[in-house]
C-alpha cells in the first residue's frame, strides 16, 4: 500500500513549464549553496542543496509554479501535472548538479501517471499497477459512498486491503485483480455498491466452459435450468461439480457479491454462478452429480469444456424470461383479475400513460382485482412508481421520506455536473410534501391489490413494495424483497484507472416511508411462500374473493 509519508510528500509539491521546452537544457549559475527554492510563491525550508555527480536529484512536487534563485542567477519553471524538466546547476568551482523536477497530480487517484496506465502486450498488470488500482478503488469509495462503515468495522476493512495487497504476485491478470478486491467492496454490505465481474476479458468467443446452465434458489440449492444434449434435466438438483458441493461452491462465492442481506446475495450469485464458478473453481473437465426431480438416487455425468456456441446449439432453448416490455397488462374477464407484469421502473411518461391506460380498462371491464408482478424487478427510476401507486394508494405517503446525501469533488466529476456545490446533507419530508391518492373522479381503484415479490425485487422497486404495505394498498405474496427499508441507493459508475474494472457506488442513503432505522429489514411478505407459487398464490385468493 502506499505508504502515509509518500502521500503526504504527493501533497506538499507541484509542478508546470511555459516559456522554455520542456526537453531543453537550462544551466543555472551560483556560488552558494543551498540555493532558493520557492513553490507556489513559499519558499521551501532549507532551501535546494546541490550534489554534484553524474546523478540526477529528482525534485517530485505538486506545485505549479517553481523557481530556483542563486546570488546571481534565477530560474522559473511551470510545468503541468506529469510533465517534467531537466536542468543543471553550475558552481563557481565548475562542477554540475544535475536536477530533475516532476510535477505530480495533487490528486494521483483522479489524474493518474499515465506512465503507470500503460498495461503490457499480455494485458497483465504489474504488481504496482494493480496495487495502485486497489488503492485508488479505497479512495474513490470513501469519497462517494456516505458510509462505507455501516456495517463493516474499519480495522476489518483495512486489514481485508492489506491483505490483498500483500498478496499480490508479479504481475495479476484482471479477473485476478476482480478476485481479491471483490471481496474488500462487498464488505461494505451495500447492494448497490458493487464490483462487476470483466466478463469481457474472461469469457471471450474461444473460451471453453461448462455447458450446464443452473438457478440458485434461496435454500441455497442449484438446480439445472439447461445441460449439453438435455442428458441432466432441467429442474435436476445439482449435488456437486468436481467434488465441490453445492453448499461448499455457494459459501465460496458469498465474499464476492454484495447485499444487505443473504437472500439478496444468492440472488446475485443466481445471476453471476457462470462467472464465480470459472474463477473459484476452473476445470476443462466436470464431473457433475445431480439428482432429477422425484427420483432417489443420484446420477453423474463428465462434460468436456466446449466453446459457447457449440454448448448453444446442443442444449435446448433455456426458458423465457418474459416479455421485453417494462410493465404490461393482460385481462382475464372470466375470472375478474387483471395481472401486471412489472419488470423495471423505467420511463415515467410512459407509465403515465400505461397506468392511465390499464386503469381505465379495469374500469371499463368492472376487474375487481388487480396482481401486480415485481418478483423479477431490480429497480430504477421510483418516480416511475409513484405514477402506479397513486391510483391504488389510500393515503398520502412517499416512498422515501428521508435522505443522506453526499456529494464530493469526485461525485461532481463522476456525474458531469460541474455546477453541483459539494455538500454532505440530511434531508426529512413533512406530511405537506406527501404525494396524494388520486380522487375517484381521476381514476383511483378500489378493487383488491395483490403485490407479488422475491428476493430479487430489489431498490426502487423494493421502495415500491415498502410503500403499498405500509400504505396498506393491498396484500403482499411472496418472499421478503431484496430492497431494504434504510438503504443506500442513487449509483455512480467508477472505473479503476488501471484495470478499467467497473464499480458501481452509492451516494445516497434513503430512509423508506416510516422506516425504523432500528430495525432494518425489506418489506415482509402477508403471505410468505417461495416466490415460483406467489402467482397461484394470488390466483386463489382472487377465486375465494369472488
Given at each position: 500500500?502506499?505508504?502515509?509519508?509518500?502521500?503526504?510528500?504527493?501533497?506538499?509539491?507541484?509542478?508546470?513549464?511555459?516559456?522554455?521546452?520542456?526537453?531543453?537544457?537550462?544551466?543555472?549559475?551560483?556560488?552558494?549553496?543551498?540555493?532558493?527554492?520557492?513553490?507556489?510563491?513559499?519558499?521551501?525550508?532549507?532551501?535546494?542543496?546541490?550534489?554534484?555527480?553524474?546523478?540526477?536529484?529528482?525534485?517530485?512536487?505538486?506545485?505549479?509554479?517553481?523557481?530556483?534563485?542563486?546570488?546571481?542567477?534565477?530560474?522559473n519553471?511551470?510545468?503541468?501535472?506529469?510533465?517534467?524538466?531537466?536542468?543543471?546547476?553550475?558552481?563557481?568551482?565548475?562542477d554540475?548538479?544535475?536536477?530533475?523536477?516532476?510535477?505530480?497530480?495533487?490528486?494521483p487517484?483522479?489524474n493518474?501517471?499515465?506512465?503507470?496506465?500503460?498495461?503490457?502486450?499480455?494485458?497483465?498488470?504489474?504488481?504496482?499497477?494493480?496495487?495502485?488500482?486497489?488503492?485508488?478503488?479505497?479512495?474513490?469509495?470513501?469519497?462517494?459512498?456516505p458510509?462505507?462503515?455501516?456495517?463493516?468495522?474499519?480495522?476489518?476493512?483495512?486489514?481485508?486491503?492489506?491483505?490483498?495487497?500483500?498478496?499480490?504476485?508479479?504481475?495479476?491478470?484482471?479477473?485476478?485483480?476482480?478476485?481479491?478486491?471483490?471481496?474488500?467492496?462487498?464488505?461494505?454490505?451495500?447492494?448497490?455498491?458493487?464490483?462487476?465481474f470483466?466478463y469481457s476479458?474472461?469469457?471471450?468467443?474461444?473460451?471453453?466452459?461448462?455447458?450446464?446452465?443452473?438457478?440458485?434458489?434461496?435454500?441455497?440449492?442449484?438446480?439445472?435450468?439447461?445441460?449439453?444434449?438435455?442428458i441432466?434435466?432441467?429442474?435436476?438438483?445439482i449435488?456437486?461439480?468436481?467434488?465441490?458441493?453445492?453448499?461448499?461452491?455457494?459459501?465460496?462465492?458469498?465474499?464476492?457479491?454484495a447485499?444487505?442481506?443473504?437472500?439478496?446475495?444468492l440472488s446475485?450469485?443466481?445471476?453471476?454462478f457462470?462467472?464465480?464458478?470459472?474463477?473459484?473453481?476452473?476445470?476443462?473437465?466436470?464431473?457433475?452429480?445431480?439428482?432429477?426431480?422425484?427420483?432417489?438416487?443420484?446420477l453423474?455425468?463428465?462434460?468436456?469444456?466446449?466453446?459457447?456456441d457449440?454448448?448453444?446449439?446442443?442444449?435446448?432453448?433455456?426458458?423465457?424470461?418474459?416479455?421485453?416490455?417494462?410493465?404490461s397488462?393482460?385481462?382475464d374477464?372470466?375470472?375478474?383479475?387483471a395481472?401486471?407484469?412489472?419488470?423495471?421502473?423505467?420511463?415515467?411518461?410512459?407509465?403515465?400513460?400505461?397506468?392511465?391506460?390499464?386503469?381505465?380498462?379495469?374500469?371499463?371491464?368492472?376487474?375487481?382485482?388487480?396482481?401486480i408482478?415485481?418478483?423479477?424487478?431490480?429497480?430504477?427510476?421510483?418516480?416511475?412508481?409513484?405514477?402506479?401507486l397513486?391510483?391504488?394508494?389510500p393515503?398520502?405517503?412517499?416512498?422515501?421520506?428521508?435522505?443522506?446525501?453526499?456529494?464530493?469533488?469526485?461525485?461532481?466529476?463522476?456525474?458531469?455536473?460541474?455546477?453541483?456545490?459539494?455538500?454532505?446533507?440530511?434531508?426529512?419530508?413533512?406530511?405537506d410534501?406527501?404525494?396524494?391518492?388520486?380522487?375517484?373522479?381521476?381514476?383511483?381503484?378500489?378493487?383488491?391489490?395483490?403485490?407479488?415479490?422475491?428476493?430479487?425485487?430489489?431498490?426502487?422497486?423494493?421502495?415500491?413494495?415498502?410503500?403499498?404495505?405500509?400504505?396498506?394498498?393491498?396484500?403482499?405474496?411472496?418472499?421478503?424483497?431484496?430492497?431494504?427499508n434504510?438503504?443506500?441507493?442513487?449509483?455512480?459508475?467508477?472505473?479503476m484507472?488501471?484495470?478499467?474494472l467497473?464499480?458501481?457506488?452509492?451516494?445516497?442513503?434513503?430512509?423508506?416511508?416510516r422506516?425504523?432505522?432500528?430495525?432494518?429489514?425489506?418489506?415482509?411478505?402477508?403471505?410468505?411462500?417461495?416466490?415460483?407459487?406467489?402467482?397461484?398464490?394470488?390466483?386463489?385468493?382472487?377465486?375465494?374473493?369472488?
Amino acid at each position: 500500500m502506499i505508504s502515509l509519508k509518500t502521500l503526504i510528500a504527493a501533497a506538499v509539491i507541484t509542478i508546470s513549464i511555459t516559456d522554455m521546452p520542456i526537453c531543453g537544457q537550462t544551466t543555472l549559475k551560483t556560488t552558494i549553496d543551498p540555493v532558493t527554492l520557492i513553490l507556489d510563491g513559499r519558499k521551501a525550508d532549507g532551501g535546494w542543496r546541490l550534489i554534484p555527480g553524474p546523478k540526477t536529484d529528482v525534485l517530485d512536487t505538486t506545485a505549479k509554479n517553481i523557481t530556483f534563485a542563486s546570488d546571481t542567477d534565477t530560474l522559473n519553471i511551470t510545468l503541468d501535472e506529469w510533465q517534467s524538466k531537466d536542468f543543471i546547476i553550475l558552481t563557481a568551482k565548475g562542477d554540475t548538479a544535475r536536477v530533475r523536477v516532476n510535477c505530480t497530480a495533487a490528486n494521483p487517484y483522479e489524474n493518474p501517471d499515465p506512465a503507470l496506465l500503460k498495461k503490457a502486450p499480455s494485458g497483465l498488470l504489474s504488481r504496482k499497477q494493480a496495487e495502485f488500482d486497489i488503492n485508488a478503488l479505497v479512495y474513490s469509495l470513501s469519497q462517494i459512498h456516505p458510509d462505507i462503515f455501516s456495517t463493516c468495522r474499519q480495522a476489518d476493512f483495512f486489514r481485508a486491503v492489506n491483505t490483498a495487497i500483500a498478496s499480490l504476485p508479479d504481475s495479476v491478470s484482471v479477473m485476478e485483480l476482480y478476485h481479491r478486491t471483490a471481496p474488500i467492496v462487498a464488505m461494505i454490505g451495500d447492494g448497490h455498491t458493487n464490483l462487476t465481474f470483466p466478463y469481457s476479458k474472461v469469457f471471450t468467443k474461444e473460451l471453453k466452459r461448462m455447458p450446464v446452465w443452473v438457478d440458485v434458489l434461496s435454500d441455497k440449492s442449484i438446480v439445472c435450468r439447461s445441460s449439453l444434449d438435455s442428458i441432466i434435466p432441467r429442474g435436476a438438483k445439482i449435488l456437486s461439480i468436481n467434488g465441490h458441493t453445492d453448499t461448499e461452491m455457494i459459501d465460496a462465492m458469498m465474499p464476492f457479491v454484495a447485499g444487505e442481506r443473504e437472500h439478496f446475495k444468492l440472488s446475485r450469485i443466481d445471476s453471476s454462478f457462470p462467472a464465480l464458478r470459472h474463477m473459484l473453481f476452473p476445470a476443462d473437465t466436470f464431473e457433475i452429480s445431480y439428482l432429477p426431480e422425484g427420483a432417489k438416487k443420484p446420477l453423474s455425468v463428465t462434460y468436456q469444456a466446449i466453446s459457447f456456441d457449440e454448448a448453444k446449439r446442443r442444449s435446448p432453448a433455456l426458458p423465457e424470461s418474459g416479455s421485453d416490455n417494462p410493465y404490461s397488462f393482460t385481462i382475464d374477464k372470466k375470472n375478474n383479475v387483471a395481472i401486471m407484469d412489472f419488470r423495471e421502473f423505467s420511463d415515467v411518461g410512459r407509465m403515465e400513460s400505461f397506468a392511465d391506460s390499464m386503469f381505465t380498462a379495469l374500469r371499463k371491464n368492472k376487474i375487481g382485482n388487480l396482481i401486480i408482478d415485481l418478483r423479477k424487478n431490480g429497480g430504477g427510476n421510483s418516480s416511475v412508481g409513484d405514477r402506479l401507486l397513486r391510483y391504488i394508494t389510500p393515503e398520502p405517503y412517499m416512498q422515501m421520506d428521508k435522505a443522506l446525501v453526499k456529494i464530493t469533488p469526485l461525485t461532481k466529476k463522476l456525474m458531469k455536473a460541474p455546477d453541483i456545490v459539494p455538500t454532505f446533507m440530511f434531508w426529512e419530508a413533512t406530511p405537506d410534501q406527501y404525494i396524494v391518492p388520486r380522487t375517484a373522479d381521476e381514476g383511483h381503484y378500489d378493487g383488491n391489490v395483490y403485490l407479488l415479490t422475491s428476493n430479487k425485487t430489489f431498490s426502487s422497486a423494493g421502495s415500491f413494495a415498502w410503500a403499498f404495505k405500509e400504505c396498506g394498498m393491498g396484500t403482499v405474496i411472496g418472499e421478503e424483497t431484496g430492497g431494504m427499508n434504510v438503504c443506500f441507493g442513487d449509483v455512480l459508475s467508477y472505473r479503476m484507472p488501471v484495470s478499467r474494472l467497473q464499480c458501481s457506488v452509492s451516494f445516497k442513503r434513503f430512509w423508506q416511508f416510516r422506516a425504523d432505522e432500528n430495525d432494518i429489514h425489506g418489506t415482509i411478505p402477508d403471505i410468505a411462500v417461495p416466490a415460483a407459487k406467489a402467482m397461484d398464490t394470488a390466483l386463489k385468493l382472487v377465486k375465494k374473493s369472488k
